[in-house]
């Protein structure tokens, strides 16, 4: 019997009922998608297209939880304009529960904010991130996306939170520096993360002849040194208001609802949203790869 069945047939024997507002959240969370938006460079975009995803993901219905992972610079409560009193550094030193930290954003979404500056988060320890693990195994609300928002780059945080997803999505430009730490970042998580699928997104680009040329390049890269194909999620173009909308601190989806990049990022999210989940490596922890423990 596993803790979820274990718990109903207490509920049950105690008079309560197994309704499912009352299964527990380690089972009604099973299904939840995590997602990381990761790049190899850095200021690609990663932080305004997991928020954005997450607010149209909202909007259609979802319920869903935005993580701020960029743990040393935080920024999602700098773009969204919030400032929240407590956040994941308070839950890594047990101060806080994880759910005296999510606070609610635009559109209801769910927001686990980070800290900046601290640099003990830029570097997190095996302890810390079990901690942190566990309590995003037990968060007691009912989620169907966790976005993650990571740094850029291949620290060790940065892989870890990509395990702790193993949906990746991996946003590049046409710059060539981007492409070729995507490629870096793709060879590492592949090579020694084990992790096999990897979404592509262009940010950035001026039409759908250069966002193809960008993941043609690519996937022409890993498919003949690693062997392994990557997917086409889409694009996004560039769009000066990206930058507006930041400094107004409101998402793009929120500030320009009928912009040709809105659009573009609610086609990307429809992709998704209709994929079937990576099935693949599924272990006995229910909502996260076991995989990722074994690696930490
Ligand atoms: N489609 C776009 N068109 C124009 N500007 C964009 C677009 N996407 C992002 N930007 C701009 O690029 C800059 C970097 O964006 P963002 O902070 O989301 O990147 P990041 O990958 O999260 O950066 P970091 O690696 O520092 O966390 C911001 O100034 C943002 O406004
Ligand atoms: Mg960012």
Same mark, same amino acid.
């Given at each position: 019997?596993?803790?979820?069945?274990?718990?109903?047939?207490?509920?049950?024997?105690?008079?309560?009922?197994?309704?499912?507002?009352?299964?527990?959240?380690?089972?009604?969370?099973?299904?939840?998608?995590?997602?990381?938006?990761?790049?190899?460079?850095?200021?690609?975009?990663?932080?305004?297209?997991?928020?954005?995803?997450?607010?149209?993901?909202?909007?259609?219905? +979802?319920? $869903? &939880? %935005?993580?701020?992972?960029?743990?040393?610079?935080?920024?999602? =409560?700098? *773009?969204?304009?919030? @400032?929240?009193?407590?956040?994941?550094?308070?839950?890594?030193?047990?101060?806080?529960?994880?759910?005296?930290?999510?606070?609610?954003?635009?559109?209801?979404?769910?927001?686990?904010?980070?800290?900046?500056?601290?640099?003990?988060?830029?570097?997190?320890?095996?302890?810390? +991130?079990? $901690? &942190? %693990?566990?309590?995003?195994?037990?968060?007691?609300?009912?989620? =169907?996306? *966790?976005?993650?928002? @990571?740094?850029?780059?291949?620290?060790?945080?940065?892989?870890?939170?990509?395990?702790?997803?193993?949906?990746?999505?991996?946003?590049?430009?046409?710059?060539?520096?981007?492409?070729?730490?995507?490629?870096?970042?793709?060879?590492?998580?592949?090579?020694?993360?084990?992790? +096999?699928?990897?979404? %592509?997104?262009?940010?950035?680009?001026?039409?759908?002849?250069?966002?193809?040329?960008?993941?043609?390049?690519?996937?022409?890269?890993?498919?003949?040194?690693?062997?392994?194909?990557?997917?086409?999620?889409?694009?996004?173009?560039?769009?000066?208001?990206?930058?507006?909308?930041?400094?107004?601190?409101?998402?793009?989806?929120?500030?320009?609802?009928?912009?040709?990049?809105?659009?573009?990022?609610?086609?990307?999210?429809?992709?998704?949203?209709?994929?079937?989940?990576?099935?693949?490596?599924?272990?006995?922890?229910?909502?996260?790869?076991?995989?990722?423990?074994?690696?930490?």
């Amino acid at each position: 019997m596993d803790q979820a069945e274990m718990l109903r047939s207490i509920m049950e024997e105690e008079g309560g009922t197994s309704k499912p507002s009352e299964i527990p959240s380690r089972e009604r969370n099973e299904g939840v998608r995590v997602i990381a938006v990761t790049s190899g460079k850095g200021g690609v975009g990663k932080t305004n297209i997991a928020a954005n995803f997450a607010y149209i993901t909202a909007l259609k219905g +979802k319920r $869903t &939880l %935005l993580v701020d992972a960029d743990a040393g610079l935080a920024n999602i =409560d700098v *773009i969204l304009g919030i @400032t929240p009193e407590f956040n994941l550094y308070h839950v890594l030193r047990g101060e806080k529960k994880l759910s005296e930290v999510i606070v609610t954003g635009p559109g209801g979404i769910r927001i686990l904010p980070a800290s900046s500056g601290i640099a003990e988060m830029t570097d997190l320890s095996r302890g810390s +991130k079990l $901690t &942190l %693990l566990e309590e995003l195994q037990d968060i007691d609300e009912p989620l =169907d996306f *966790i976005f993650i928002d @990571t740094a850029a780059g291949i620290a060790g945080n940065v892989m870890y939170f990509n395990m702790v997803a193993k949906e990746i999505v991996v946003v590049v430009t046409p710059e060539p520096t981007s492409l070729t730490d995507a490629y870096a970042l793709i060879k590492l998580l592949y090579k020694n993360y084990g992790a +096999k699928r990897f979404k %592509l997104v262009t940010n950035m680009v001026k039409n759908a002849a250069e966002s193809k040329a960008v993941f043609s390049r690519l996937s022409r890269a890993t498919e003949h040194f690693l062997n392994l194909s990557i997917d086409y999620l889409g694009l996004i173009p560039f769009d000066p208001r990206v930058q507006e909308t930041v400094k107004r601190q409101c998402l793009l989806a929120q500030g320009y609802p009928k912009s040709k990049a809105v659009q573009s990022l609610k086609s990307i999210v429809d992709k998704l949203m209709k994929e079937e989940p990576d099935t693949y490596d599924r272990g006995t922890i229910k909502f996260f790869g076991r995989s990722c423990i074994e690696r930490l």
